[in-house]
């Protein structure tokens, strides 16, 4: 198993576009969940989702959306796209949603907005 | 609120000198306590975990209850032991299940 792929590796966007970004979760594992990583500081949950239902969204504008596929990939969505948006997007996957739960994380998709 | 508190942004120390990364977390209840490392130019991945009690790659960490810390301590650096690492928190319950809260990282130099 190659582990959590995401897609792509790099993106530029302008202001006001808007962007699709795409994870695939280790084979088995139904929870997926989304992060934002902002330079110099730790990763901030966005999402969570579960058998393609959401299950936690954090402090994040309604422009962020996501959704779960039955294959249990997993895309993240983001509308009108502001600069503070830039950042390292990160994908993990985990067999539950539990506290317990190892996440196993993606290479991240690194997206710059101009 | 839960938050994670990572005092130090950097940390140099040389190699075969002990290491002592620190972290802090608020949480009310009994949060699930991780440690996450990143060496350059690979994707994050977890180091250990407090439930598990396990030492990994010499690396230890203690869950202090009363001063809320979970310190993550090697007796002898080595140099490949240099990354970033993250200290994190889950939830049992609620808004918290499941998701992680990272403090903001310690970059951690050991030098030869």
């Known amino acids: 198993d190659a582990g959590v792929t995401q897609s792509p590796t790099h993106l530029i966007k302008t202001r006001g576009q808007h962007v699709t970004l795409r994870c695939s979760p280790i084979s088995g594992h139904k929870s997926v969940s989304w992060y934002q990583q902002v330079l110099g500081q730790g990763p901030q949950f966005i999402f969570q989702y579960y058998e393609k239902e959401e299950r936690g969204r954090g402090n994040f504008p309604d422009r962020f959306s996501a959704r779960q596929f039955p294959n249990y990939s997993s895309e ?4 009108a796209l502001l600069l503070g948006d830039s950042a390292l997007y990160l994908c ?3 067999p539950g949603t539990g506290g317990y739960y190892e996440q196993y994380f993606g290479p991240g998709t ?4 101009t | 609120a839960q938050r994670v508190t990572q005092p130090e942004k950097l940390l140099s120390v040389f190699k075969g000198a002990p290491v002592e990364l620190k972290c802090n977390y608020s949480y009310s209840g009994s949060p699930e306590l991780f440690w996450y490392v990143q060496y350059s130019r690979q994707r994050l991945q977890l180091l250990l975990r407090h439930i598990s009690r396990e030492s990994i790659k010499g690396f230890t960490a203690d869950l202090n209850k009363g001063e809320t810390s979970f310190h993550l301590k090697k007796p002898f650096a080595q ?3 240099s990354a970033m690492y993250y200290c994190a928190l889950s939830g049992h319950r609620g808004s918290t299940l499941g998701r992680l809260y990272f403090g903001r990282g310690t970059q951690l130099t050991v030098w030869p």
């Open chain 1, 76 to 79: 993240l969505n983001v509308n």
């Open chain 1, 92 to 94: 993990a996957s985990s």
């Open chain 1, 110 to 113: 690194r997206l710059t907005v």
């Open chain 2, 79 to 81: 140099e490949e032991d």
